[in-house]
């Protein structure tokens, strides 16, 4: 814990944890098909190493793990036990103006972050203001491609981000 508060570390599932844009995909993931639907499948690729990663990144700085995904409480059904991930706080954000950043804002509230997602492009003014709002808070957006997913770099700056600031 880091100045007696419990950090958290946000994940979205697809450009992170699936890296959709990658072709081909990087080494070590792993092809899974979904039913989505009746009758229709999505094909997804994961990382079966990021699940041990990320509970170890966790472990490390004391940290909580939570999902911000369109998935929704599905990467808890659909993602997570493919990772070996425990079921994770789900931050619902479906009603929100401004993308995700209300929604995690909440959730964070006072709490040191990491948040892992390909998306921080999208409305930027929003990002800018949440980045402001939290400007005495260790705020790390971590910016994953979608055509490489998580990788020992992004999970560096995480530790930094942690060891560096309340």
Same mark, same amino acid.
């Given at each position: 814990m880091l100045g007696g508060v419990k950090p958290l570390i946000v994940i979205d599932v697809d450009g992170p944890l699936n890296p959709f844009a990658a072709n081909p995909k990087p080494d070590n993931y792993r092809p899974f098909d979904l039913e989505v639907? *009746?009758?229709?499948?999505? #094909? @997804? *690729?994961?990382?079966? &190493?990021?699940?041990?990663?990320?509970?170890?990144?966790?472990?490390? $700085?004391?940290? +909580?793990?939570? *999902?911000? /995904? $369109? *998935?929704?409480?599905?990467?808890? /059904?659909? @993602?997570?036990? #493919?990772?070996?991930?425990?079921?994770?706080?789900? @931050? +619902?954000?479906? &009603?929100? /103006?401004?993308?995700?950043?209300?929604?995690?804002? #909440?959730y964070a509230y006072e709490r040191p972050l990491v948040w892992f997602d390909d998306d921080f492009g999208l409305h930027s003014a929003r990002r800018e203001e949440f980045v402001h709002k939290r400007q005495h808070l260790t705020t790390a957006l971590v910016h994953v491609d979608p055509g490489t997913g998580i990788s020992a770099q992004h999970l560096s700056e995480a530790r930094e981000a942690f060891g560096g600031n309340p």
């Open positions: 639907g *009746w009758r229709r499948r999505l #094909r @997804i *690729w994961l990382d079966p &190493d990021h699940g041990d990663q990320l509970r170890q990144l966790a472990e490390e $700085t004391g940290a +909580e793990l939570a *999902w911000a /995904t $369109t *998935w929704l409480h599905r990467a808890n /059904t659909e @993602i997570g036990p #493919r990772l070996g991930l425990p079921p994770l706080k789900v @931050i +619902e954000f479906h &009603d929100e /103006t401004g993308w995700k950043y209300p929604a995690v804002a #909440r």
